[in-house]
């Protein structure tokens, strides 16, 4: 559980003060991330995935992480599971990091 919330934190953190539209939400091992149509966009429902997603960045996120060897659910979901390291766990938020400043950025 601490290893979703450190990743929900930092990403979410990090998103913000970059004024980047996206957000990890969900709750001890099973989290989410989300590309949303607006920088600090919260949702309240599972009907504000459907509508404020944006579907293109969630998969070239989800392909760029598979390309460096993380794989996540192309729509949006993770589980951390026990054999996980800190060492993984930093590896997905720089990698997530890195991708996001590209998507972002061009």
Not at 17 to 24: A, D, K, L, W
Not at 38 to 55: A, F, L, T, V
Not at 71 to 97: C, H, V, W
Request: hydrophobic share 30%; aromatic share 14%; glycine share 8%.
């Amino acid at each position: 559980n601490s290893y979703g919330n450190r990743i929900k934190t930092e990403l979410n953190t990090w998103a913000k003060e970059n004024n980047y539209s996206f957000i990890v939400h969900g709750e001890g091992s099973f989290i989410g991330y989300e590309f949303t149509d607006k920088p600090g966009r919260e949702y309240k429902s599972c009907r504000d995935i459907i509508r404020y997603s944006n579907e293109e960045q969630m998969q070239i996120f989800a392909f760029e992480m598979v390309n460096r060897g993380i794989f996540p659910m192309y729509r949006g979901q993770l589980a951390i599971s026990e054999p996980m390291t800190e060492d993984n766990i930093e590896t997905f938020i720089d990698t997530s990091k890195s991708i996001i400043e590209t998507i972002f950025k061009g």
